[in-house]
């Protein structure tokens, strides 16, 4: 799937796959598997290849309806003089290392908060804890070991947003303890900030030796080795 990542046609790729018995049941499992389901959606469309994934263009909106909950968190974030770093997949949203929009799988906005008055936004907003049982935070402490808050979401909204107090586990904070001097405004949106591209490739890094190697399959995600060949390519 790297070639699909890199505008690389992938009629020959697939069609030594299915000679060699691959069948797009096959492909489909793997997109599950490794957080690639744009990808291969995109794929298995391009090359007439039926397939119980959603379409490439529900991805592209799903992109759309997320860059729409982070406008109206910017427009909000900018009146009170506050802003937040957007991390992980988050970023591609604003700056794109993948040749088409909604290639890349997203869950969740992560996004760094290094100001309570960012908290109060989310408040202001509707957001409300994932867990209800969760007490919606007012401060930036966290518990031991923890690198983010509760979880927040709002109904209607695209996804939930994780907001962070650390880009990292405290551990690994060290590597990107300037991670905010160095960001950049996303386009358009001055309360949205971005990391440097070598920061953003520490985190990833970081977040695919952490998280990915607890998935129930105890490797990377093929997502991951694709996230850091374009990174590192850009």
């Known amino acids: 799937m790297l070639n699909a990542a890199q505008g690389i046609d992938t009629a020959p790729q697939i069609a030594r796959l299915t000679a060699s018995g691959v069948t797009p ?3 489909e499992t793997l997109a599950k598997r490794h957080k690639l389901k744009p990808i291969c959606s995109l794929v298995l469309e391009q090359n007439a290849q039926a397939s119980s994934l959603e379409k490439s263009q529900y991805y592209v909106a799903h992109h759309l309806h997320m860059r729409y909950q982070l406008a109206q968190l910017a427009n909000a974030l ?9 991390l992980k997949g988050a970023i591609q949203l604003y700056r794109p290392i993948y040749p088409r929009p909604g290639m890349r799988q997203l869950a969740d906005l992560d996004v760094l908060v290094d100001d309570p008055k960012a908290l109060t936004v989310f408040s202001n907003l ?18 031991q070991g923890e690198h983010h808050l509760a979880p927040l979401w709002r109904e209607k909204d695209a996804t939930r947003v994780e907001p962070h107090v650390l880009p990292v586990p405290p551990e690994y904070a060290h590597l990107v303890a300037h ?12 309360a949205l900030l971005l990391p440097s591209p070598a920061d953003q490739f520490i985190i990833t890094l970081i ?28």
């Open 25 to 27: 049941r096959d492909i």
């Open 179 to 190: 991670v905010m001097s160095g960001a950049s405004p996303a386009p358009g949106h001055p």
């Open 126 to 143: 509707g957001y409300i804890t994932v867990d209800p049982e969760e007490a919606f935070p007012t401060s930036l402490d966290l518990d």
């Open 78 to 86: 900018q009146q009170e003089g506050a802003e937040i770093l957007l």
């Open 207 to 234: 977040h695919a030796m952490r998280s990915d190697r607890t998935s129930v399959h105890g490797g990377l995600f093929m997502r991951s080795f694709i996230d850091l060949e374009l990174l590192y390519n850009t």
